[in-house]
């Protein structure tokens, strides 16, 4: 299978820890997924989405170096396959297990790398993954606002829990695709973008614009820019490990680069470096220009909601409008390969980023929590039926080699999976080579 564009959704599957590791948001307990996930899987068919963001728990599944309980996992990919649904594998969302405690764990790289391998080898038809979600995100929430996991606000500790963070996601790809050497990986990462409020703020709104690309110029082995680059190693990052990112830029051939957008990706700057919302300025399509000419890589809109509000079309009005900015892009020649309105459910407490427990629902889902149609839900439906046949003619030659669950042992599929294995195997030789 082909596919010059992918409809996803995605079942949210955040697990941070708050209050200093004692309370975990569990966000597939709290929005039922673990109760409801036939329910959720069979919804897909009703909106005809054939793409899914989804995870199993890192927290319940690992649960020791070389220990899994696999139990969730087997049925819930087992039922995906079942149904030929292609799910975007996304292994690590927001937090960690408690016996590795947070993201400044310096042994949290390898261990992830072997859960991701032990993964791949246990379900060998999954080919798309998000190894880690929103990495500057969950390392800024993280290590730098003290809102999640280890709970600091230092450039010391955020720049730690970054470069583990993004170590992690690249070893991860390294060892799927000792497994599944026809993965693609999907980074689901947060598209940001500064605006200074007056002339004083200019200069850190210029440093904070720099900050946002460091995920991903790490992730893609892209040298960063002088001024981060002592940043990065004035707080902790030595030479080495900088050239562990930057000896392992041809992993970016396997890639997507996923865009995250919301109203809330916008910020105003103040002089002192305070900032705050500014809704929804450039928009998509500008910001991810941004983005792809930094890295030339495919793009897909990988997270997008709005919370339902009083008169009922607000979610409805956001999709619109994201799908304009899609349909722009596209227009104008950024290869873009797929849209995600995440999630598929209602989720709870994101009014407030996941830190606080207070059980408030947040109306962002396309179906809400009793599992009932949004407007949004139907909306999108209706959208997905009015593109799905219009886009791929528009787009000949921009295809993504995306096999369903059914194909995996077909013999055109495994020819290409032994073409791609065996230039792997001449990417890993040249880096030895570079190496010595």
């Not at 297990?97 to 790398?113: G, H, K, S, T």
């Not at 032990?118 to 880690?132: C, G, H």
């Not at 969950?138 to 500790?157: K, M, P, R, V």
């Not at 910001?287 to 979610?315: F, K, S």
């Amino acid at each position: 299978m082909y596919t010059s564009f992918m409809f996803a959704t995605g079942i949210e599957n955040s697990i941070p820890t708050i209050n200093n590791g004692r309370t975990r948001i569990d966000e597939m307990e709290k929005c039922g997924h673990y109760k409801y996930w036939r329910t959720d899987f069979e919804l897909l068919r009703e909106l005809d989405i054939h793409v899914l963001r989804y995870g199993p728990p890192l927290h319940r599944t690992y649960i020791g170096p070389g220990r899994y309980d696999w139990s969730f996992a087997d049925m819930t990919f087992y039922d995906l396959e079942r149904r030929d649904i292609i799910p975007i594998v996304d292994l690590c969302h927001f937090g960690v297990p408690d016996w590795i405690e947070n993201f400044q764990n310096p042994d949290f790289p390898e261990l992830f790398a072997a859960y991701a391998q032990d993964f791949a080898r246990r379900f060998p038809w999954v080919q798309l993954y998000t190894p880690i979600n929103e990495m500057f995100v969950c390392a800024l929430f993280s290590a730098a606002y003290g809102w999640w996991n280890e709970q600091l606000q230092s450039d010391q500790a955020f720049v730690t829990a970054l470069k583990h963070i993004v170590m992690a996601n690249v070893m991860a790809m390294e060892r799927i695709l000792k497994i599944r050497p026809d993965a693609i990986f999907i980074q689901s990462e947060s598209s940001e973008y500064f605006h200074a409020e007056n002339p004083a703020a200019i200069k850190p709104a210029e440093v904070m614009n720099s900050r946002r690309f460091l995920s991903l110029d790490l992730n893609y082995g892209r040298r960063v820019d002088s001024e981060m680059y002592e940043y990065l190693l004035d707080n902790g990052m030595t030479r080495e490990e900088y050239h562990f990112f930057l000896n392992r830029s041809s992993l970016r051939h396997h890639c997507i680069m996923g865009n995250d957008y919301y109203i809330t990706n916008e910020h105003r700057v103040q002089s002192n470096g305070v900032t705050r919302s500014a809704g929804d300025v450039f928009g998509y399509d500008e910001i991810t220009r941004q983005y792809y000419a930094r890295y030339l890589l495919p793009v897909m809109h990988t997270e997008t909601n709005l919370m339902e509000g009083p008169c009922g079309d607000e979610a409805v009005n956001w999709l619109w409008k994201q799908w304009a900015n899609v349909l722009r892009i596209r227009n104008t020649g950024v290869p873009t390969v797929g849209f995600t309105w995440y999630s598929l459910t209602d989720q709870v407490d994101w009014d407030v980023a996941l830190r606080q427990e207070n059980n408030r629902v947040t109306p962002v889902g396309l179906y809400d929590l009793d599992r009932n149609i949004r407007p949004v839900g139907r909306a999108y439906r209706e959208l997905i039926r009015d593109w799905c046949d219009v886009l791929p003619a528009q787009s000949v030659c921009l295809t993504v080699p995306v096999s369903l669950p059914s194909e995996h042992d077909e013999p055109a599929v495994r020819r290409r999976r032994e073409v791609v294995r065996e230039m792997r195997s001449h990417e890993e030789e040249e880096f030895q080579q570079a190496s010595r």
